[in-house]
């Protein structure tokens, strides 16, 4: 089994169990420190790498394509999808078909900043990266994701989706 799908089946199973257990680390919005704190009380139902997460298919083709992100949370409330995951143990972001500019997690909040509305009475929107702490701290890795948080977070806190990262060596 790859060690990917194996961080995805610990992650799923930390959503289910103890959403308040997995921190997120380099919120974009700082109240927002664990998962809990994003599902509250709501229900949702957990779509793993599945493209039936993506209800509106010819919308934003050529920002999303076929993409599937690794995990989405969709509200049960409103079945809207409110969180992406995206997660990685080794490879980079922006590699193999991707630069730093249009990366997955890039395209992943641009689609959901798109196809979800701020709803106080339901889930909050995140996009996240789940990755091992040393994934982090690789320079290349590093580099990606700072961009994204750098360019991305202010615009994330302005329609209050939480972009962060989780550390997959913690769940």
């Not at 992943?108 to 009475?121: E, G, I, R, S, V």
Request: net charge positive.
């Amino acid at each position: 089994m790859k060690r990917e799908t194996i961080i995805e089946e610990r992650l799923l199973a930390a959503l289910r169990q103890r959403p308040e257990s997995i921190k997120i680390y380099r919120s974009s919005i700082p109240r927002v420190s664990n998962v809990r704190q994003l599902v509250g009380v709501h229900d949702f139902e957990d779509i793993h790498d599945n493209s039936r997460w993506n209800p509106a298919k010819n919308f934003m083709r050529d920002v999303i394509g076929n993409m599937c992100p690794d995990i989405v949370l969709r509200s049960k409330l409103t079945g809207e999808n409110r969180i992406y995951i995206e997660v990685k143990d080794i490879e980079r972001l922006g590699y193999r078909h991707y630069d730093i500019e249009d990366s997955q997690v890039v395209r992943y909040f641009l689609h959901l900043l798109a196809t979800t509305t701020k709803n106080p009475k339901d889930i909050s929107r995140a996009t996240l990266l789940c990755a091992p702490s040393r994934w982090f701290v690789d320079r290349h890795n590093a580099k990606a994701w700072g961009y994204f948080l750098e360019h991305f977070s202010g615009l994330a806190t302005k329609f209050n989706i939480t972009i962060g990262e989780l550390h997959a060596d913690e769940l």
